[in-house]
């Protein structure tokens, strides 16, 4: 197959000069300046803290391009000359799979593992009275993240995350620090070109390490090691080379660059093992599904004492060559099939029970436990949901307890060891009548229980577990995306009452910070830029930011497609709220009762004293911008019935560019009027803005 271009980043025509024509004061001045404009790269576009003037950054790069157009073995892929205007604030480039990356089906029991043999056995149709014995493989099952390794002439050059299946995002340069990810294949004749398929595990040990290191920083620990290699692989900014360095490489599959004498899933392994990847160690071959039941039973009673999370047993036929007579579907092979572990549990002690307030006032059951090992992650803490599950449980303080853990590392209580409760359990019964607090843990006002709902709350809109609450999520990414305003920070904030309402972030100074505890000057200094960068902001990230209930990126984006302005949702009405396509009437009643409330239109109108601007939203990512856009900058209203659906209709002008509101005004350049159109025409000759029929719609979206 010819190599096709692989990202969308531009590459330079290189004349071929072997390495070993390289003068090593070339090759160490390379990596010098590269390593210098990756530094003031990050201070510029990530820190805001450049120390070089522009010429003097220019100056670098021309150094490092006219050494790599001399040497161009010299050149590397994630080179800094290579990169084209800022860093992508939004996330990676991405790039096509070579083939698609395909997912697997489950087999939950044997008769699902049986019904998978007979399946293929069928369609594998075996000459009558032969050998119906299928060979497979069975590998661990490894609960991490997918990618795809490129490698030219055995050189690796492109790792790619699985993405969507058919593109992945770019991840060469972190991939690049993974210490079981070879940069040179082991082979004397490698393939043009081999795309090796894996999984990047974080090591159970490795996993506890980071959280706790990621606790001691007020960052939010990683739900379970799955997260946290996903997480670790997508670092963007301040990229931690550590956390790069205790990931691993397990490959599992080659998907281009077979050789043609390795015609078994098991040979391809060995090769990959040859070629200088990891292998997981414990792979077997099973002759018919009786044996792949054993192996998957012998994997599961070793599974607590493995270093990395595994899920299950895959199993895939050997033979290549009936692989591809099975072929697969849309989404997975049928030759192969993933064999899952029934969840893991495990027994301990329910020592309290405590009540968190959510950012809604809603007070949730936390159960702390004595800490018991569970799929080798200690656990402390489980879920109890609300009160009507710990009397259905009949949960008690005291109590010994099966917990399950399904992945996640906060696990569920399956059920109460009725049989070992002793009698004593005087706190356990007392709180089983008790209830929920009648006054929240937090700030003692008294709790509410609304008919009808199984959550009870605490009614003070200014308790602090609330405005905690509230002032993470309006740190948060899809938020404001205020860096250093982690947990405990947050915490601190609103403990010495430099916050006491969400405004008051914008308001908070350099020379006050550095008064708290644990607060280096220099991170004072980076909160207060990183708040600084937050006052440039859109409004469907401050609707986001304020935390109003059923608010979140859908809705923040109708209200702003259809008011465009804060003035313009502050000033509408209940009912034109209401009549935004795509927001229901709960949606509807919630926003516009956050908006008539005077302490927050007060609060509103501080946020603009403060200095947050909105701008216009920027477009999500380069890759999803459209090059050429016919109705850019138009404004349609659609009324009538169309002959396609609204929405339909709608996707499609926007597709082209353009934008559609619910209602005319002077800034609308065209009423899309169908069969019994409503008064929006009559405002539309009003107002002198053209009328067009679907016809004249269509006109519009074909002729470009
Ligand atoms: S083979 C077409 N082998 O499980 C073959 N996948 O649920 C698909 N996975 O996306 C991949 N361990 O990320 C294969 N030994 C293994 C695996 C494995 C884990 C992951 C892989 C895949 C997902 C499907």
New binding site residues.
């Given amino acids: 197959m010819p190599a096709r271009p692989r990202t969308k980043r531009a590459t330079k025509t290189k004349k071929d000069l072997s390495a070993a024509d390289v003068p090593e004061s070339a090759r160490a001045r390379v990596m010098e300046l590269s390593d210098e404009l990756r530094r003031h790269d990050v201070l510029y576009f990530q820190s805001d803290a450049p120390e070089l003037s522009d010429a003097d950054y220019d100056a670098l790069r021309r150094e490092l391009v006219a050494l790599e157009a001399e040497y161009p073995s010299l050149l590397a892929p994630d080179s800094p000359s290579q990169r084209v205007g800022a860093l992508p604030a939004e996330g990676f480039e991405t790039a096509p799979h070579r083939s698609p990356?395909?997912?697997?089906d489950?087999a939950m029991n044997e008769d699902e593992m049986r019904a998978f043999e007979a399946r293929i056995v069928k369609l594998l149709e075996f000459p009558k009275g032969g050998s119906q014995r299928i060979d497979l493989v069975a590998?661990?099952?490894?609960?991490?993240?997918?990618v795809e390794l490129i490698y030219t002439k055995g050189r690796f050059v492109q790792g790619l995350t699985?993405g969507n299946g058919q593109t992945g995002e770019d991840v060469t340069v972190n991939l690049q620090r993974v210490p079981s990810i070879p940069t040179r294949l082991k082979s004397d004749d490698p393939p043009e070109i081999a795309s090796i398929?894996?999984?990047i595990v974080l090591p159970l040990a490795a996993f506890e390490a980071l959280n706790t290191a990621r606790v001691g920083r007020e960052q939010k620990p990683f739900e379970n090691p799955r997260n946290a290699a996903a997480g670790s692989l997508r670092q963007i900014h301040n990229v931690d080379f550590e956390r790069l360095g205790s990931l691993e490489f397990?490959g599992?599959?080659l998907a281009e660059g077979r050789p043609a004498e390795f015609d078994r899933q098991s040979e391809i392994l060995d090769l990959l093992r040859d070629w200088g990847f990891v292998i997981?160690p414990q792979i077997g071959i099973c002759h018919g599904v009786d044996e792949a039941i054993h192996f998957h039973e012998r994997l599961l009673s070793q599974r607590g004492n493995l270093p990395v999370e595994?899920d299950g047993t895959?199993f895939?036929v050997d033979r290549i060559e009936q692989q591809e007579t099975l072929g697969?579907l849309a989404r997975?092979?049928r030759w192969?099939i993933?064999f899952k572990f029934p969840p893991e549990q495990a027994e301990t002690v329910l020592e309290e029970i405590e009540f968190q307030v959510g950012r809604t006032g809603a007070l949730t059951p936390v159960a702390r436990l004595r800490p018991v090992r569970v799929g080798g992650v200690t656990v402390s803490n489980a879920s109890l949901h609300n009160q009507d599950e710990i009397e259905r449980k009949d949960i008690r303080i005291g109590d010994r307890i099966v917990i399950q853990r399904a992945g996640d590392v906060i696990p569920q209580v399956v059920r109460v060891r009725l049989d070992r409760r002793k009698e004593a359990l005087a706190e356990g019964r007392r709180l089983a009548r008790r209830g929920l607090p009648a006054r929240c843990p937090v700030c003692e006002s008294q709790t509410v229980r609304l008919e009808g709902e199984a959550v009870t709350r605490c009614a003070n809109l200014d308790c602090p577990a609330q405005l905690k609450n509230n002032l993470r999520h309006l740190a948060s990414r899809s938020a404001l995306d205020i860096d250093g305003l982690g947990e405990k920070r947050v915490d601190q904030l609103v403990e010495t009452g430099l916050v006491a309402q969400l405004s008051d972030v914008f308001a908070l100074e350099e020379a006050s910070l550095t008064g708290l505890e644990r607060m280096a000057e220099k991170s004072a200094t980076n909160l207060i830029a990183a708040i600084e960068r937050a006052r440039q902001t859109t409004l469907p990230r401050l609707l986001i930011a304020l935390g109003i209930r059923h608010v979140g990126e859908t809705v923040a984006e109708l209200l702003t497609d259809r008011f465009e302005t804060l003035e313009g949702l502050l000033a509408a009405s209940p009912k034109e709220v209401a009549a935004i396509e795509g927001i229901g009437p709960t949606i509807a009643e919630s926003v516009s009762r956050f908006m008539a409330d005077p302490s927050n239109r007060k609060e509103l109108a501080r946020f603009g004293e403060l200095g947050v601007v909105l701008a216009a939203p920027r477009p999500k990512s380069a890759s999803e911008e459209t090059p050429r856009q016919s109705l850019e900058g138009l404004t349609f209203v659609l009324t009538g019935t169309l002959s396609r659906p609204r929405g339909e209709a709608k996707r499609l002008i926007e597709a082209a560019g353009g934008k559609v509101t619910g209602s005319v005004s002077r800034k609308t350049n065209f009423v899309v009027a169908g069969k019994d159109p409503g008064s929006k025409v009559k405002k539309a000759t009003d107002l002198g803005v053209e009328i067009l029929d679907e016809a004249g719609l269509e006109g519009l979206l074909t002729d470009d």
Avoid: Q
């Fill in positions: 990356m395909l997912s697997l489950n590998e661990p099952k490894l609960d991490g993240s997918g699985r398929r894996g999984e397990r599992y599959a997981s595994i895959v895939k697969a997975a092979p192969a993933a």
